[in-house]
């Protein structure tokens, strides 16, 4: 993590040149006013933080970005593609600047070094603002889709969802295109299985760690943050049941996803030990905290001290 980051375009002689980055600048303007080098104050390990990937996914959704023109479709993130100009609000910009401020930016833009491929953690001219809205929109349907499909087969969430994908083209006032919710449900888990691997197949790799008692065992890395926060929708998918999943009481949206596995490596950014769900983070926010202890258990309360009166009162009554 990087003391400044910022959001600008690049400009030329003749002004502005493409769409705005997300970026870090190398030097910076401290409290003197002099010019100082942007230095790297923090390192984290982006999988450490179980709620890193559905907090990025509600962006969308909880700080109502601008989204306007955006739809799911089915191409490989090496082809860059045209977005629309609606993103590139000041809107959009307040929250992905402050999103980049805490967790760095997402990764897209190729690092200037010869050979594998690699994300410059500067960001720059692959971290523009419209791609960010982008992929903050689809983690969002991604997870939506997840959730309507794995706990109450939400059929109308679904339909909803692919009315905005370019693959299923459901126009609206169409009639629902699934049969049942069983085929519902099928369709989006195919959906998001999708879009895991298309980011996936640039910003994960396979990889081999070895174990204290020298085994070697089968784990997963990433390139980038955006790597790192599919993976962990990878886990999602994958996982049986609910295990290492955490859900709010009041909504059911999935708040944490802890990795199947420890990972066993300390020299990695996804370093050694099993990652532990943080112990006050059990609700969606605190509107819903509220909510959930007013509805089942203040209400139940005042309705039992209020059939206590009834009964006292009427037990008066017929004395």
């Known amino acids: 993590?990087?003391?400044?980051?910022?959001?600008?375009?690049?400009?030329?002689?003749?002004?502005?040149?493409?769409?705005?980055?997300?970026?870090?600048?190398?030097?910076?303007?401290?409290?003197d006013g002099e010019i100082v080098e942007n230095k790297v104050v923090r390192k984290y390990a982006p999988l450490r933080d179980a709620a890193l990937f559905p907090n990025f996914a509600r962006l969308?959704?909880?700080?109502?970005?601008?989204?306007?023109?955006?739809?799911?479709?089915?191409?490989?993130?090496?082809?860059?593609?045209a977005l629309p100009d609606e993103l590139d609000t000041e809107k959009n910009r307040t929250v992905a600047l402050d999103w980049i401020r805490r967790y760095g930016v997402l990764g897209l833009t190729p690092h200037p070094r010869t050979g594998t491929w690699w994300p410059d953690p500067r960001g720059g001219e692959g971290d523009t603002l419209k791609r960010f809205v982008y992929e903050a929109w689809v983690a969002n349907a991604s997870l939506r889709l997840y959730e309507a499909a794995s706990s109450e087969q939400d059929v109308s969430t679904i339909e909803s969802i692919f009315r905005l994908s370019d693959h299923y083209r459901i126009p609206e006032g169409s009639a629902p295109r699934f049969r049942s919710p069983k085929q519902a449900r099928r369709a989006a888990l195919e959906e998001v299985n999708e879009q895991v691997e298309t980011r996936l197949e640039l910003h994960g790799f396979p990889k081999t760690y070895e174990r204290p008692d020298g085994a070697f065992m089968r784990s997963f890395g990433f390139r980038s943050l955006l790597g790192a926060m599919w993976?962990?929708?990878?886990?999602?998918?994958?996982?049986?049941?609910?295990?290492?999943?955490?859900?709010?009481?009041?909504?059911?949206?999935?708040?944490?996803?802890?990795?199947?596995?420890?990972?066993?490596?300390?020299?990695?950014?996804?370093?050694?030990?099993k990652y532990k769900t943080r112990k006050d983070k059990t609700y969606c926010n605190d509107n819903h905290r509220a909510k959930h202890f007013y509805h089942y258990e203040r209400k139940?309360?005042?309705?039992?001290i209020a059939w206590r009166k009834a009964i006292a009162a009427e037990q008066r009554n017929q004395t």
């Not at 400009?11 to 600048?25: H, M, N």
């Not at 886990?235 to 944490?256: A, F, M, Q, V």
């Not at 139940?300 to 039992?304: A, I, M, V």
Request: hydrophobic share 25%; charged share 30%; proline share 9%.
């Open 231 to 273: 993976l962990q929708m990878w886990w999602l998918l994958t996982t049986t049941g609910e295990e290492g999943i955490s859900r709010c009481p009041w909504c059911n949206r999935i708040i944490t996803i802890e990795p199947p596995v420890p990972v066993e490596n300390p020299q990695h950014t996804n370093a050694r030990g």
């Open 300 to 304: 139940p309360l005042k309705e039992k």
């Open 1 to 31: 993590m990087y003391e400044v980051y910022s959001c600008n375009h690049v400009y030329d002689r003749s002004g502005p040149v493409g769409d705005r980055q997300l970026y870090t600048p190398p030097r910076r303007r401290n409290e």
């Open 60 to 81: 969308a959704e909880d700080q109502k970005m601008d989204t306007q023109g955006l739809y799911l479709r089915r191409e490989r993130l090496e082809g860059a593609f």
